[in-house]
């Protein structure tokens, strides 16, 4: 067996390698500093309700205002996030900032606004997770029954049951669950049966299929069709063009969030946007 002591260590490394492994060390540093510096911000997209044309709510979206590399997306950092268990208090700034924001909303008149939060397994499986939720809830003084959660397949596909019993405690409080990417992976009818979730969030690779031939319509709308008749809600993400407005209208899609409406926006101008919208 290998010995992995002083000098020798390296020896087990191809330099390449090495050369990753300490810009993964530097990047996890610049993670720590930056939620020092709280630098994490939380974008909102509005979500539009298609019988009404309204907004009921937003989804929050996690940004890194680099000093030096401007906006960054969940794309350029998530992944060691998640890796690294820093995830857990970035995603905790980003639940706080979003409640406290979805309360003033609501204290200004918009009674029934909703807020959409991602969060990763990893999470979940934070022992604290319930409880930090739960005291932010109560000292914020929000709703339990606007907030909805935002969980992926990987989720399930991990079958922990700490995590699952979580998403149960967290149901019985009063915040519901939607599967987001839904139509990526191995999507199966079973999530949705063993977890509670109540929304179905499509994803745009998924919908992007929908002109390209008249099958992917077909099951397009006999998906929408068959999760409603399971009583859950259809959101349907990455919405660019009307022509797709047009037929998730026409096959009774709940609701729809993309560039058409609107990208992620600071709170300013997602408040901006909500008046606009009234
Ligand atoms: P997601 O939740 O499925 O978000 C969809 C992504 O598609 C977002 O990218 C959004 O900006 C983008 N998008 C929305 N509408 C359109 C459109 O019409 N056209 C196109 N081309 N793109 C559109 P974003 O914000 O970079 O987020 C990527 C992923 O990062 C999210 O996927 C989510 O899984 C994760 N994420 C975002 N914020 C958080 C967070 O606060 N916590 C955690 N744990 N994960 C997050
Ligand atoms: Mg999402
Ligand atoms: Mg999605
Ligand atoms: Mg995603």
């Known amino acids: 067996s290998a010995k992995i002591t002083g000098k020798n260590t390296f020896a087990y490394f191809k330099p390449a390698m090495n050369d990753r492994i300490m810009e993964k060390i530097q990047n996890q540093a610049e993670l720590r500093r930056a939620i020092e510096k709280k630098e994490f911000v939380v ?3 509005p979500q539009i309700d298609l019988k009404t044309d309204k907004i009921t709510g937003f989804e929050a979206r996690v940004r890194w205002e680099h000093s ?3 906006i960054l997306k969940p794309a350029e950092f998530i992944k060691l996030s998640e890796e690294t268990g820093l995830i857990v208090p970035i995603g905790m700034i980003v639940i706080e900032e979003a409640l406290k ?10 009674k029934d606004l909703t807020i959409s939060i991602n969060i990763s397994v ?11 939720v739960k005291d932010l809830i109560e000292q914020i ?10 969980i992926t397949e990987s989720v399930a596909l991990q079958e922990s049951e700490h995590a699952r019993y979580v998403i149960e405690a967290l149901n019985e409080l009063g915040i519901s669950f939607a599967l987001d990417d839904f139509g990526t992976g191995y999507s199966s009818m079973n999530y949705l049966k063993i977890y509670p979730i109540s929304n179905i ?10 002109f390209t031939d008249d099958f992917n319509k077909s099951i397009i709308e006999s998906t929408i069709a068959l999760v409603q008749s399971m009583n859950l809600t259809v ?11 047009q037929f998730l209208k026409s096959v009774r899609c709940n609701k729809a969030q993309g560039y058409l409406y609107s990208e ?3 709170a300013d101008q997602a408040e901006a946007f909500l008046l606009s919208n009234r």
């Open 43 to 45: 974008y909102y997209q």
């Open 68 to 70: 030096e590399r401007g």
């Open 101 to 110: 924001k979805l309360k003033e909303w609501q204290d200004k008149g918009y």
């Open 122 to 132: 990893r999470q979940l499986k934070d022992n604290d997770f319930y409880h930090k």
């Open 141 to 150: 003084g929000v709703n339990a029954a606007s907030i909805e959660l935002e």
């Open 201 to 210: 969030k499509m994803d745009k690779s998924f919908l992007d299929t929908l």
């Open 235 to 245: 959101t349907a993400e990455g919405i660019e063009s009307c022509e797709q407005e």
């Open 264 to 266: 992620a926006l600071p």
